[in-house]
């Protein structure tokens, strides 16, 4: 059974940057795509991002020239930063398997809530 | 950019069937994605390729995708079935996520 767990600080500074990371248990990185995705306090889902083993990656044209994110197959994890960060940042983040456009997204993390305050 | 449009509540009373939607411009010619999510936790994939079932996904989760227009459609709802519903479609080699529709079962 996929599983995944995000960790990162908790609180983060306005202006600073946002690092995460997600890693990966019962099964190997390097065989699909791998998603991040926020949740604003009761809002909706946005899709930030994804990352491919090769490196190959895209991300979300309203965030694109704030996010990174790398792949670490020694260690199963992916990582997520997101620069320049404001309140509106502030959000639980998902990372999840990606399966392709066509299969969804199907393991999600458990989600973790980072904070944007000074 | 792409939008997906879903009514932001709906509400069904138990046993019997709901559908959701799900609107976008050519929406049928993509492939369209369902995901409930509960209170506190994390969402899970019910319907991927428009009709699809993960497995481990009841029978009574279904959908379809023709026009403009990605419909899931829950047969027999149970109080279980209480979540926030997103559609999710690819366009662009990007996701979009819907804003969401909170299926209330009275």
């Known amino acids: 059974q996929v599983q995944l767990q995000e960790s990162g600080p908790g609180l983060v500074k306005p202006s600073e940057t946002l690092s995460l990371t997600c890693t990966v248990s019962g099964g190997s990185i390097g065989t699909y795509y791998w998603s991040w995705i926020r949740q604003p306090p009761g809002k909706g889902l946005e899709w930030i991002g994804y990352?491919?083993?090769?490196?190959?990656?895209m991300s979300n044209p309203s965030l694109k020239s704030r996010v990174t994110t790398s792949v670490d197959m020694s260690k199963n994890q992916f990582s997520l930063r997101l620069s320049s960060v404001t309140a509106a940042d502030t959000a639980v983040y998902y990372c999840?398997?990606?399966?392709?456009?066509?299969?969804?997204?199907?393991?999600w993390g458990q989600g973790t809530m980072v904070t944007v305050s000074s | 950019s792409y939008e997906l449009t879903q009514p932001p509540s709906v509400s069904v009373s138990p046993g019997q069937t709901v559908s959701i939607t799900c609107s976008g411009d050519?929406?049928?010619?993509?492939?369209a994605c369902w995901y409930q999510q509960k209170p506190g936790q994390s969402p899970v994939l019910v319907i991927y390729?428009?009709?699809r079932r993960p497995s481990g996904i009841p029978e009574r989760f279904s959908g379809s995708n023709s026009g403009n227009t990605a419909t899931l459609t829950i047969t027999g709802t149970q109080s279980m079935d209480e979540a926030d519903y997103y559609c999710?479609?690819?366009?662009?080699?990007?996701?979009?996520f819907g804003g969401g529709t909170k299926l209330t079962v009275l």
């Open positions: 390729q428009d009709s």
């Open positions: 050519k929406l049928g010619d993509k492939y």
């Open positions: 999710q479609a690819w366009d662009s080699s990007t996701w979009v």
């Open positions: 990352i491919y083993n090769s490196g190959s990656h």
């Open positions: 999840a398997r990606d399966g392709g456009g066509s299969h969804g997204l199907d393991y």
